[in-house]
């Protein structure tokens, strides 16, 4: 059974730094990908940027040049590195995995292609 558990989140002035956990466990395929999606109150689930297991990263612009992802290989850990916070990142932020199979290309920032998720950890960022 995949289990990702999100940890890390916080209240934070704008312009601080905040870095997001997800341990995961249970898997088995060394091909995945890996998704970082937030969602604010009365809004859309929004991807935030993905990982692939070959290495690749791809972000969405809102957030390009101030967050990160990486992963602690002997951790098992998906890292969301957020610098430079605005009040418009404020969200519940989730992981979300997907293990084994093809694709092409760098994977989607897009919710119904994951099959695994994390509870969601609530980033609040104050003006």
């Known amino acids: 059974q995949v289990q990702l558990v999100e940890s890390g989140g916080g209240s934070v002035q704008a312009g601080g730094s905040l870095r997001l956990s997800c341990a995961a466990s249970?898997?088995?395929?060394?091909?995945?990908?890996m998704g970082w999606f937030r969602q604010a109150p009365g809004k859309e689930r929004e991807g935030v940027g993905t990982?692939?297991?070959?290495?690749?990263?791809r972000y969405v612009d809102s957030v390009k040049g101030r967050f990160t992802i990486s992963k602690d290989k002997a951790k098992n850990t998906f890292y969301l590195l957020m610098n430079g916070l605005k009040p418009e990142d404020t969200a519940m932020y989730y992981c979300a995995a997907r293990y084994g199979g093809s694709w092409y290309g760098r994977p989607p920032l897009a919710d119904f292609w994951y099959t695994y998720w994390g509870q969601g950890t609530q980033v609040t960022v104050s003006s």
């Open positions: 990982f692939d297991s070959d290495g690749s990263t």
């Open positions: 249970g898997y088995t395929s060394s091909r995945y990908a």
